[in-house]
């Protein structure tokens, strides 16, 4: 059976759409000047890697990016790592993320926040605009100044994107993180990066209860000698405010500076504006710095093209400021659209939670992980049925892959009138590699395309790109949001390691992948997770594919025990609440994966664990999992865990299944 008729199409592109939507009049846009014509996405596409200077310029001017300098040219230097985007150029990334603050859009809503602990907020553009200026002019007066760090232990919500904004106005570099890391995981990022100021919540609430820090974050903040400022911020109102000779409150804070115009301070176009953070799963994690015209663009193109967001949307994606879709939903301001943030349990009051703020709020872009889909669909829900979805145009997932089956889901009972937007990239690059077009059928199953600019193939391991089936993600060419650098790494030995060492001179994303003969792609999980049994390599993602629709299975894990030079597939189950895993399951899980994979896929032991290991930013440890049951010492750094004791809970399972090394 071909890959085309793998994956029927579930959602087709309308006229008007294929017209009307940004990606179709910025086709429409080249061809009238003289660029193409492109039959369709996939012509464009290749348009945008052969004429690749071209192509990032024409998107940012259509796009409308603003600049107090013009470059003198798109690449100055095409090497990778060292490519030199936009040279000569001076700008500020808050201006064009505030860029329709003033005239007649300077009174319609730019944030709309939701969270469990305090009633919603809703404020102006122009609202905005003020508490940026107010806030950067105390930070100034802190002796906050242009190449400091603005670091944030922020829940997804107002004061976050107040905080970012003012920092990278005056030309600091904003870092962030989620408040229920623990002190060790935040010391373990912010004390890299030695932040001058500190905006910190004095709790959080999640699942209905209520967490109070205050003591947590003094800890942090002695653990911080670099601050010169610390803001307090309430995100839970019966409880005090943090306190200490260098602690302001939000609201002492805005009201010193009421009334100051942000300064949006230009800069060189590599000036860093974040420093993000891999997983730190085995140790400190690496900081990874974004540059300010790079990030810029590329958000452009990915939100405004590729998600077709603009001035009448609301968009919505459910994340935290530990996650990199925090920094891509903060993007979403340059569009103009309404950005809607929530905080707290997505399950809380009840899984219907956030389908009923995309209803109530009018959402017109919704993002979400994969996991809470499947959640969605295990639980049975209908939010197309029992709410109004009427203005809902796309979805997003991200995260990991998306299976099939909810793919039918968002077709059933999701969203059935919506582009179901698969993308995936990653903290890398603060983006996305492959993902949705408003210019091309949806089929299930698969991701819609490569993304324009990008020049991603799957390569064997000869580096060569592979004529058909599976291979590492690549990207032959430069991508203006790849970093800049990694933090206190001064001869970029750890960056090259990180992703040109594979292929020297291309960028190893390590994603397995397939591009189908339609040009979608499917993602077979971390390379570095990848199975060998019998030399035969699989992806994870091939088992999660066929385990997680098993209506008694709640969650999985698949690893590859190293055994006698060969390989054994072990899955871990987490059965739904009320089962076991019985030998009636165990047979029905291995037909279904030999029937639907292949039998080397079918794994030599399944075992049931009471939880899986997850990331705080909701991505499977695979890798800890495997070091465990192959004996491996190296450490794993429990603060990068959002649920560590799942690791003490599947060794004890292990070691009863006599399956860890000396058993």
């Known amino acids: 059976m071909s890959t ?102 300077a009174n319609r809503e730019a944030v709309v926040a939701y969270c469990e602990t305090r009633p919603v907020l809703r404020k102006t553009y122009a609202e905005l605009k003020a508490d940026v200026g107010a806030m950067e002019a105390f930070l100034h007066s802190k002796k906050i100044e242009c190449g400091d760090r603005v670091a944030g232990v922020v829940t997804n919500g107002y004061e976050a994107l107040v905080g970012m904004l ?79 000779d260098l602690v302001t409150t939000w609201e002492d804070a805005l009201a010193f500076g009421e009334g100051k115009a942000p300064s949006f301070t230009p800069l060189a176009p590599n000036h860093p504006v974040y420093i993000l953070y891999s997983s ?30 603009g001035p009448e949307d609301r968009f919505l994606y459910f994340t935290t400021c530990g996650w990199m879709m925090w920094n891509w939903q903060a993007s979403a301001l340059m569009t103009g659209a309404a950005v809607i943030t929530v905080d707290g349990s997505p399950g809380y009051p009840s899984l219907n939670h956030l389908w009923e703020v995309v209803a109530d709020e009018n959402v017109t872009h919704f993002g979400t992980s994969a996991r809470f889909i499947a959640g969605c669909r295990k639980g049975e829900l209908k939010p197309a049925k029992d709410l109004d979805q009427s203005k809902l145009r796309v979805v997003f997932s991200t995260g990991s892959p ?58 064997g391991d000869d580096g060569q790109p592979v004529s058909s089936g599976r291979g590492e993600l690549v990207c032959r060419q430069p991508l203006p949001s790849m970093p800049v650098s990694f933090w206190q790494d001064p001869d970029n030995e750890r960056y090259k390691d990180a992703y040109f060492n594979t292929f020297p001179g291309v960028w190893a994303h390590g994603d397995f992948i397939e591009f189908t003969e339609h040009g979608g792609a499917i993602i077979y999980g971390r390379s570095d997770a990848t199975l060998n049994p019998g030399g035969v390599r699989i992806g994870t993602a091939e088992i999660y594919r066929q385990v997680e629709t098993v209506a008694e299975v709640k969650d999985s894990l698949v690893v590859g025990r190293q055994i006698d030079g060969d390989v054994e597939v072990v899955l871990l189950v987490v059965p739904t609440e009320g089962q076991q895993v019985t030998d009636d399951l165990l047979k029905q899980l291995k037909t279904r994966i030999r029937e639907g994979a292949s039998p080397r896929h079918v794994p030599r032991h399944i075992v049931q664990v009471p939880d899986i290991p997850y990331t705080r930013s909701g991505k499977k440890v695979e890798l800890a ?11 794993d750094n429990r603060d990068a865990l959002g649920n560590p004791e799942a690791l003490d809970q599947i060794r004890d399972c292990l070691a009863a299944a006599s399956l860890l090394p000396g058993n």
């Open 402 to 459: 998306l299976l099939p089956e909810d793919y039918d889901w968002i077709y059933s009972d999701g969203s059935p009138n919506a582009l179901l937007g698969s993308i995936a990239g990653g903290t890398d690059i603060c983006g996305c590699f492959v993902g949705a077009t408003p210019l091309l059928p949806v089929r299930r199953g698969e991701i819609q395309c490569r993304f324009l600019g990008v020049d991603a193939v799957a390569y």
């Open 280 to 309: 730190g799963t085995t140790g400190k994690p690496k900081c990874i710095v974004h540059g300010n015209a790079g990030l810029l663009v590329n958000h452009a193109k990915e939100l405004m093209l590729h998600g077709d967001v």
């Open 625 to 635: 999992v495997a070091r465990l049951i192959n004996g491996s010492k190296k450490a």
């Open 166 to 244: 003012a920092a990278t106005s005056l030309g600091a570099i904003w870092s962030s993180a989620s408040p229920d890391f623990g002190i060790g995981a935040i010391l373990d990022r912010f004390g890299q990066i030695e932040p001058s100021a500190l905006i910190v919540v004095n709790g959080y609430g999640y699942g209905g209860k209520v967490f109070a820090r205050q003591d947590d974050f003094a800890e942090l903040i002695a653990g911080l000698p670099s601050l010169k400022a610390v803001v307090s911020v309430q995100q839970l109102p019966e409880q005090p405010p943090l306190q200490g």
């Open 4 to 105: 085309t008729e793998q994956s029927p199409i579930v959602w087709s592109p309308s006229d008007d759409t294929l017209t009307h939507s940004r990606m179709g009049r910025f086709k429409a846009w080249l061809e009238d000047q003289g660029y193409g014509p492109f039959a369709d996405y996939h012509a464009l596409h290749q348009w945008s890697v052969d004429e690749l200077e071209t192509f990032w310029d024409k998107v940012w001017d259509y796009c409308g990016l603003v600049c107090d300098t013009p470059a003198n040219g798109v690449l100055g230097n095409r090497d990778m790592p060292g490519a030199e985007w936009f040279p000569g150029m001076r700008l500020n990334f808050a201006a064009n993320l505030l860029r329709l603050a003033d005239g007649e859009h």
